[in-house]
Structures are given as C-alpha cells and as structure tokens.
C-alpha cells in the first residue's frame, strides 16, 4: 500500500518495499503521486522562522497531503534533508511546484523543487529548494513540511488505496459477517496494518473494552491473504485472520 501522510499517501496492498521501506510509508497500498508537474518557476517562501502564539488560528489541511518532512540541512549548500511520508519517489525527485507548512503558517506557501536524491540506507530524501542557497537558509526550514493539494492524487494501479478512503472502512470477519470494528489508522510495518478500533459487539474476550469503557484497537495486517476483500462502494473490509491473531493483538 502506498500513501502520504495527513493526509498522506499509500499504495498496494502485499507489494514489495521499494527502496527499503519505501519512498513514503509504503502499507500495500499508494496514495499520492506527483508524476504530472508543471515546472514553474515559483516564488521562495520567507524563511524565517516563525513562533506561533496561542492566538494563532490552526491551519486547515483538508485540501493538502503531506509528503515528507524536513529533518535537517544536508551540507553547506541549502540541501535539505527529508522524512518522506509518501510512498511515491516522484514527489521527492520531479522538479516542480511544492508547498512549505512552517510553524505559526496558516496555509502552505509554494517553493520550487529543483532537484531529489534518495538516500536508501538512511530511507530519507535530499532535495533542493529554489531560494535555499547556504546552511542558514536551510536550518530555518527545519521541521517544515512538505505537502501538495489533495486534488494532486495519483491513478491507482489495481488493489492500491488510499489511505483517506481506508479510514472510516468497517471491517467484517468473512465467515461469519460479524462486525469487527472500524480502521481508524494505517501503520506502516513491514507489511502495512489496519488499526481497527473494536466495535462493542465484538467480544473475542471480556477484557476488549476497558475499565474506562474506552474502546480497545487491534492490529490486522494488511495483505491480500488476511484481507481479501477491500469494497470502497460498500464501505467495509471482510477479514480472514490465522487463527490466534486477534488474541494477540488483545
């Protein structure tokens, strides 16, 4: 699956890593892309770093994913170094149009994104800004994100998801069509898990709801043999767990 984060992206469910963990959070399933970008001279964002105060309005990221974030300078030149959280190595290597979300911002600013290398052992991107030229310029972009609109998805290959459309999904056991829960998250693993978050229904054992009455949530992996079914329209997941699998994760 590749996604990207908060939106974020993943894709196929089952597929193989790329590039170690893969470009973004790779949970078997894609989500993002940016394979289509105009190279469009854009505008440097003040680089100041900016403390936001309690005042300061949240953004609303609704309409944007994020696709990596900066984690620190790489050299002396303006080089950024980035966490990608997006399974999609266009988005980090295409130059093109993308956007900054700074501390204290209320809504992304453009940047041009004029080169990407990926880092395979250390499963981070080096990038180069437009208006990023020395060592000072890129510290003041440290914890920055990096995001694009949420219109710019992908095409999905077959059995690829994002990773918006997945949350909010009912998971059913198969064989019984018993309601297991609802997916609350995807967590990026070896093979990418379902968190699901148990519905009070489901009573494998009587400590699955806890004393607080809060809602307990399970893990399932997310791969073609343990969720063979994945009906967007119908809005639900069917399960066929190993046995034992559900226990444990209790």
Same mark, same amino acid.
């Given at each position: 699956m590749k996604h990207e984060e908060a939106n974020k992206e993943i894709g196929g469910r089952g597929a193989e890593k790329q590039r170690g963990r893969g470009a973004e959070k790779q949970r078997g399933k894609k989500v993002g892309g940016n394979s289509k970008i105009q190279n469009v001279q854009s505008p440097a964002p003040n680089l100041q770093p900016v403390v936001a105060s309690p005042q300061s309005p949240a953004p609303n990221l609704d309409d944007w994913l994020e696709i990596g974030k900066i984690v620190s300078p790489q050299g002396l030149s303006g080089e950024l170094r980035v966490y990608p959280v997006s399974? +999609?190595? $266009? %988005? +980090?290597?295409?130059? =093109?149009? %993308?956007?900054?979300?700074?501390? =204290?911002?209320? $809504?992304?600013q453009p940047i041009e994104l004029l080169t990407g290398r990926y880092i395979s052992n250390k499963n981070l991107y080096v990038i180069k800004l437009a208006g990023v030229e020395?060592?000072? %310029?890129? $510290?003041?972009? %440290? =914890?920055?994100?990096?995001?694009?609109?949420?219109?710019?998805r992908p095409q999905l290959s077959e059995d690829e998801y994002h990773v918006l459309d997945l949350i909010g999904l009912e998971v059913f056991?198969?064989?019984? =069509? $018993?309601?297991?829960g609802t997916v609350v998250d995807i967590i990026p693993a070896g093979n990418d898990l379902l968190e699901v978050k148990l519905h009070p229904s489901f009573t494998t054992d009587k400590e699955q709801v806890t004393n607080d009455k809060k809602q307990k949530t399970i893990l399932i992996p997310f791969v073609e043999a343990i969720a063979p079914v994945v009906d967007l329209k119908s809005n639900r997941i069917e399960i066929t767990p190993p046995p034992g699998l559900l226990e444990i994760n209790n």
């Amino acid at each position: 699956m590749k996604h990207e984060e908060a939106n974020k992206e993943i894709g196929g469910r089952g597929a193989e890593k790329q590039r170690g963990r893969g470009a973004e959070k790779q949970r078997g399933k894609k989500v993002g892309g940016n394979s289509k970008i105009q190279n469009v001279q854009s505008p440097a964002p003040n680089l100041q770093p900016v403390v936001a105060s309690p005042q300061s309005p949240a953004p609303n990221l609704d309409d944007w994913l994020e696709i990596g974030k900066i984690v620190s300078p790489q050299g002396l030149s303006g080089e950024l170094r980035v966490y990608p959280v997006s399974d +999609f190595p $266009e %988005r +980090f290597e295409v130059p =093109g149009k %993308r956007w900054l979300l700074c501390s =204290g911002d209320i $809504e992304p600013q453009p940047i041009e994104l004029l080169t990407g290398r990926y880092i395979s052992n250390k499963n981070l991107y080096v990038i180069k800004l437009a208006g990023v030229e020395n060592c000072d %310029r890129a $510290e003041a972009l %440290r =914890g920055c994100k990096l995001m694009v609109p949420a219109s710019d998805r992908p095409q999905l290959s077959e059995d690829e998801y994002h990773v918006l459309d997945l949350i909010g999904l009912e998971v059913f056991m198969q064989a019984s =069509g $018993e309601l297991v829960g609802t997916v609350v998250d995807i967590i990026p693993a070896g093979n990418d898990l379902l968190e699901v978050k148990l519905h009070p229904s489901f009573t494998t054992d009587k400590e699955q709801v806890t004393n607080d009455k809060k809602q307990k949530t399970i893990l399932i992996p997310f791969v073609e043999a343990i969720a063979p079914v994945v009906d967007l329209k119908s809005n639900r997941i069917e399960i066929t767990p190993p046995p034992g699998l559900l226990e444990i994760n209790n």
